[in-house]
Nanobody, 123 residues
Framework: QVQLVESGGGLVQAGGSLRLSCAAS????????LGWFRQAPGKEREFVAT????????YYADSVKGRFAISRDNAKNTVYLQMNSLKPEDTAVYYC????????????????WGQGTQVTVSS
């Protein structure tokens, strides 16, 4: 059973930083895209960022470009999301997800999901 476990969420003031981590239970992600999504109360889950299996292709939502950075360490089966210059509107539950072979920014296209980690940004 493939499992993804997020960590690193918490409460931070606006302008602060957090680093999320997502550890995979199996060494199955060398051919998977790894993405981060978020869901705020009353809103649909939305794309944040994704990275190709090699780490060479990165894509971001417009709302986080220049502030967030996604990276992965395949030797550690881990994907990271460095979040800087956080804003109150970044408050959400953040999920990591995995998708085989091809790029997508659509939540329904991802096969595996973590349980989520809460990020709260106070003003």
């Amino acid at each position: 059973q493939v499992q993804l476990v997020e960590s690193g969420g918490g409460l931070v003031q606006a302008g602060g930083s957090l680093r999320l981590s997502c550890a995979a239970s199996e060494r199955t992600f060398t051919n998977h895209w790894l993405g981060w999504f978020r869901q705020a109360p009353g809103k649909e889950r939305e794309f944040v960022a994704t990275v190709s299996w090699s780490g060479g292709r990165l894509y971001y939502a417009d709302s986080v470009k220049g502030r967030f950075a996604i990276s992965r360490d395949n030797a550690k089966n881990t994907v990271y999301l460095q979040m800087n210059s956080l804003k109150p509107e970044d408050t959400a539950v953040y999920y990591c997800a995995a998708r085989a072979l091809y790029y997508s920014d659509t939540p329904g296209a991802y096969d595996y999901w973590g349980q989520g980690t809460q990020v709260t940004v106070s003003s």
